[in-house]
Nanobody
């Protein structure tokens, strides 16, 4: 059974940093492309990071301006999202996802984490 379990969300001040984790089971990080989506209040869910399996490239949305970094620990079967210089507008529920693609569409995503609230506020 495929599962993605997220952790690490919470409240952070504008300009602050936060790291999200996504522990996966039922598959390995090399089985398919995995990434991150987010859904802000009143908006559609949008992808912004997608990493190809093995040594394939990792794609980032231009809007991130280099502030977010994807990483992974294959031994722990866990992926991470380090977020820096967070902006108020990035308050959202963040999801890890399996079967993403570089278009950042959720049309082909087969597996979702439970979602993790990130709130950027003073």
């Amino acid at each position: 059974q495929v599962q993605l379990v997220e952790s690490g969300g919470g409240l952070v001040q504008p300009g602050g940093s936060l790291r999200l984790s996504c522990a996966v089971s039922g598959f390995t990080l090399d089985d398919f492309a995995i990434g991150w989506f987010r859904q802000a209040p009143g908006k559609e869910r949008q992808g912004f990071v997608c990493s190809n399996p093995g040594n394939g490239p990792t794609y980032y949305a231009d809007s991130l301006k280099g502030r977010f970094t994807y990483s992974r620990d294959n031994a722990k079967n866990t992926m991470y999202l380090q977020m820096t210089n967070l902006e108020h507008s990035e308050t959202a529920v963040y999801y890890c996802a399996g079967e993403c693609d570089r278009s950042f569409s959720d049309d082909h995503v087969d597996y979702w984490g439970q979602g993790n609230q990130v709130t950027v506020a003073s």
